[in-house]
């Protein structure tokens, strides 16, 4: 089972361009995340979704925006990259019982570079 | 504002020693998570931690819960070279993760 994967790996690109981090999961969890991981600052809430059609705002979703089609695939889309979006960024994936949310999983990453 | 703070930020001990990490978070949460993430690589789950006055043992790492105290320890025995790794505590105040800044462990010889 390959649980979540992450695409690219890693990625430099220009200020200015645009680029969607690909997630997917395999476990039907219903809820997904990305977080972005920066050194000192540990990880943060970019943006989530409870279930398929549904998205919300994390802690910092300015210049990011995701869309959640179906259950497996949650990307992310950095419309115009700026430097200070260089970072790691985390796909994660839970279930949920009655409204409580079960332990999450962490994608592999991307390391993104912007410049 | 939720705070979740972890100490020491930093930690180099010698191999054989025990040491205790602390988590202090600022809000109710009815779970907190303990991760492991090692260098370049994805964060793993080490403990879940479902109510008060839990206890969870995994090798030399020991998990415990305190949620009057909105407190929790990670607690290490006789530290190995492989416990070597950024460990971080998370609590669940709705539905995503908060984090806290993590702490480094280094295990020296």
């Known amino acids: 089972t390959a649980g979540i994967t992450q695409a690219p790996t890693s990625q430099i690109l220009a200020a200015g361009r645009s680029m969607t981090l690909r997630c997917t999961q395999d476990?039907?969890?219903?809820?997904m995340y990305w977080y972005r991981q920066d050194l000192g600052l540990g990880l943060r809430l970019i943006h989530y979704?409870?279930?398929?059609?549904?998205?919300g705002k994390g802690e910092v979703p300015d210049g990011y925006s995701v869309s959640r089609a179906n259950t497996d695939d949650f990307p992310l889309t950095l419309a115009s990259a700026v430097p200070s979006q260089t970072s790691v960024y985390f796909c994660?994936?839970?279930?949920?019982?009655?409204?409580?949310?079960?332990?999450?999983?962490f994608g592999p990453g991307t390391r993104l570079t912007v410049l | 504002e939720l705070k979740v703070e972890q100490n020491p930020l930093f930690l180099s001990m010698q191999e054989g020693k025990n040491y205790t990490i602390y988590c202090n978070y600022s809000t109710t949460s009815d779970r907190l998570y303990w991760y492991r993430q090692d260098p370049g690589k994805s964060l793993e789950s080490l403990f879940v931690?479902?109510?008060?006055?839990a206890v969870k043992q995994e090798g030399r790492l020991m998990a415990s819960l305190d949620t009057k105290a909105r407190l929790s320890t990670l607690h290490i025995t006789a530290a190995v070279h492989d416990l070597s790794a950024t460990y971080f505590c998370?609590?669940?105040?709705?539905?995503?993760?908060?984090f806290g800044k993590g702490t480094s462990l280094l295990v020296t010889p």
């Open positions: 979704s409870n279930t398929a059609g549904t998205t």
């Open positions: 998370a609590v669940v105040p709705g539905y995503a993760l908060n």
């Open positions: 476990m039907r969890h219903n809820a």
């Open positions: 994660a994936s839970s279930s949920s019982v009655g409204g409580s949310y079960n332990e999450q999983f």
């Open positions: 931690l479902l109510s008060n006055g």
